[in-house]
């Protein structure tokens, strides 16, 4: 090994070394379990990140899915109860609470995953049952990303989540994705395939989704009710429309908003309220909770024809 390769390594190494340093206190390992009748019963186990010092944890909502209580295990041993104070299936977020009235908790920093590049080096952070804490680097092996989130009859893409492969233990849900600066730019919550992990990413819309889960304990997202995917159009509807592409409608809910506003099967939307949509996530981040119940302009192409609709979404079920 040269001189040269020496110090890359060692400065990798000490980059590693600090992130663990700094976040291993700051993840617990997370023993969740619902209250019945008979007693407690166990759910399930995962992590979760410390995100401010009165006691407020960040974590994967299928880490929390069914339980209402619970147990956090801190690096140093201490164990705290904890209550679920919101989820949200949808973005795979969740927020628990430990009490933190005897003493403030050293709390991990938000980053932001914007400022992620491919090939930047990560350190995924955990605290898996049975282990007091976990560490594993690696590269941001994509970006842009999207992961399918489920939850009864919802359903909502996870956008720009975070592709890596520093490799995910199994209870590692539920904790950190950080940068070399030791801040929380995602969340782990799944395992893609051999080597790879998935993370939601830390950006504006996870803090609005932390906001709603504080002040509400859930997250309300405005609804219309179809099916669709990018639909390209011809360079002549194009160049015409100033439209490259737009959602093409492949179903529509019976009795949905998009119903009883007169969207059907076939039609493109172009826009809506005067933005551009090109495809799923682009309507996804104009249905927030402002919207609900909120007539909205629709421009669609049908048969050849720019027509206007006027639709009133609903409130998604989750």
């Known amino acids: 090994m040269t001189t040269t390769e020496r110090a890359a390594l060692d400065a990798y190494s000490q980059i590693v ?16 379990g619902r209250r019945q009748a008979t007693g407690w019963r166990p759910t399930g186990s995962g992590s979760a990140v410390v995100f401010t010092p009165d006691g407020y944890l960040l974590t994967a909502a299928h880490v929390v899915d069914a339980a ?45 995953a914007d400022r992620l590049r491919v090939g930047q080096l990560v350190v995924a952070v955990g605290s898996p049952l049975g282990l007091t804490g976990t560490v594993t680097a690696g590269v941001v092996s994509a970006l842009g990303r999207s992961l399918a989130a489920r939850a009864g009859t919802g359903t909502r893409v996870v956008e720009n989540v975070i592709q890596t492969d520093a490799a995910l233990n199994p209870g590692n849900s539920g904790g950190a994705l950080a940068d070399a600066a030791g ?3 995602g969340i782990n919550t799944a395992v893609a395939g051999i080597g790879l992990g998935l993370a939601i990413p830390i950006g504006a819309t996870t803090r609005r989704i932390i906001a709603a889960l504080l002040h509400d304990g859930r997250v309300r997202r405005a609804w219309l009710g179809i099916a669709g995917a990018r639909r390209p159009l011809s360079q002549r509807v194009a160049r015409r429309l100033g439209h490259a592409a737009g959602i093409g409608v492949e179903e529509v809910v019976p009795d949905s908003p998009a119903a009883a506003a007169g969207l059907r099967s076939g039609d493109l939307i172009l826009d809506v309220d005067g933005h551009a949509v090109a495809d799923a996530g682009d309507l996804q981040r104009l249905m927030l909770d402002e919207a609900i119940g909120r007539a909205m302009r629709l421009r669609i192409l049908r048969l050849g024809e720019v027509v206007e609709l006027r639709a009133i979404p609903g409130e998604l079920a989750a």
């Open 68 to 112: 209402d209580s619970g147990t956090a295990v801190f690096s140093d041993g201490a164990e705290r109860r904890i209550e679920i104070v919101g989820r949200d299936p949808l973005s795979d977020l969740a927020i628990a609470k430990v009490d933190a009235s005897s003493e403030r908790l050293d709390a991990a920093t938000l980053g932001n």
């Open 183 to 185: 801040e929380v730019v």
């Open 17 to 32: 070394t600090g992130v663990a340093e700094r976040l291993l206190p700051r993840v617990v390992q997370l023993r969740t």
